[in-house]
């Protein structure tokens, strides 16, 4: 049974570093994994899907990486802005194309 | 696009009432889910269907929920009688030539309290 971890649970940082939120996953054998966010009281926002035969997916300040073999994804920001400031998800594709969902990494960025 | 357009945005209703909560899909994506996301348990996949059949329902807590999708534009989910641990935000998705090509694409989610 897929499960799907995010560490850490939550994260504060100034404006301008650059970050990596992690993303783990049980069972290596995934369709894809997708990386959301999410503001208060909102739905989720589609950041990057990678597929399951890619390594990576790059969007402006946002790069996702995919490494199956351990399980893992990473999801970089670079140069935040307290605008970045949410909730970030992971769900990975698996089993009967079903998203199994991470807790999430609340980020918050200082000015 | 509009994209995925939900109703009501906000629900609020008592114990044993009938709850149905809409769903229209972006023009064009051949598959719709519903989730579910509470605190204690996070987001929760209930239900997807493809070209309006339902594929699995394995996520549905129980015979209280039903879900149907008459056409591809339209889908609803119901909740006969609630309960207050229905109380929950719903989302509903839809997706393109999942899961090969498009990523899930949200709604805004509907918030049901049960009282």
């Known amino acids: 049974k897929q499960e799907v971890t995010q560490i850490p649970a939550a994260l504060s940082v100034p404006e301008g570093e650059n970050l990596v939120l992690n993303c783990s996953f049980t069972?290596?054998?995934?369709?894809?994994l997708q990386w959301f966010r999410q503001d208060p009281g909102k739905g989720l926002t589609s950041l990057l899907l990678?597929?399951?035969?890619?390594r990576e997916q790059t969007s402006g300040r946002l790069n996702a990486s995919l490494d199956k073999s351990s399980g893992r994804s990473t999801l970089y920001i670079a140069a935040s802005q307290p605008g970045d400031s949410a909730t970030y998800l992971c769900?990975?594709?698996?089993?009967?194309?079903?998203?199994?969902f991470g807790t999430g990494t609340r980020l918050k960025v200082l000015a | 696009d509009a994209g995925v357009i939900q109703s009501p945005r906000h629900e609020v209703t008592e114990m044993g009432q009938e709850v149905t909560l809409r769903c229209k899909p972006i023009?064009?994506?051949?598959?719709l889910f519903w989730y579910r996301q509470t605190m204690m348990r996070g987001l929760e996949l209930l239900i997807y269907?493809?070209?309006?059949?339902?594929?699995?329902d394995s996520g549905m807590p129980e015979d209280r929920f039903s879900a149907k999708m008459p056409n591809a534009s339209f889908s609803t989910l119901k909740i006969q009688p609630s309960e207050p641990r229905d109380s929950a935000v719903y989302f509903c998705?839809?997706?393109?030539?999942?899961?090969?090509?498009?990523?899930?694409?949200f709604g805004p989610g509907t918030r049901l309290l049960v009282l």
């Open positions: 990678i597929q399951s035969s890619q």
């Open positions: 769900a990975a594709c698996s089993g009967t194309y079903k998203y199994i």
């Open positions: 023009s064009g994506h051949d598959y």
């Open positions: 998705a839809s997706s393109f030539f999942w899961p090969d090509r498009e990523a899930q694409y």
């Open positions: 069972d290596s054998a995934i369709y894809n």
């Open positions: 269907f493809n070209n309006n059949v339902p594929i699995d």
